[in-house]
């Protein structure tokens, strides 16, 4: 399979495919490195990003929208603006509490995301 947009410079929205992430939520891979990637997630209200874990540090920036987080213990809503770190191992997941994006941010790379 291609590797997507791996090492590209430059990397036009309109050039990205949106693939189903889940019921509701579709995933755009975005310029991206081995070391470093970034993804978009456009979240329909009500979809859910299940509970999980990876071995990657993420940080979230919520572009749009308003969402109900968990990250390990402890549970709050976020709107645009805010963000959160993710650190490797932890459980995290959300809840879309209207539509909304949100920009995820992971070192190293997603593999399974290519």
């Not at 990397?11 to 978009?40: F, I, S, W």
């Not at 932890?90 to 809840?95: D, K, L, T, V």
Request: one cysteine or more.
């Amino acid at each position: 399979m291609e590797k997507k947009h791996e090492n590209t410079v430059w990397v036009p929205h309109a050039e990205t495919l949106p693939e189903p992430a889940g019921p509701g939520v579709t995933r755009r891979v975005l310029a991206y490195n081995q070391g470093l990637m970034c993804v978009e997630n456009t979240f329909e209200k009500g979809a859910v990003g299940a509970l999980h874990s990876h071995p990657h540090t993420q940080i979230t920036y919520v572009v749009s929208g308003r969402f109900r987080f968990t990250i390990g213990d402890e549970v709050r809503e976020v709107t645009a603006g805010d963000t959160m770190l993710k650190t490797d191992g932890i459980i995290h997941g959300c809840e879309a509490l209207e539509p909304g994006v949100l920009l995820d941010i992971f070192t190293p790379m997603r593999e399974d995301f290519v």
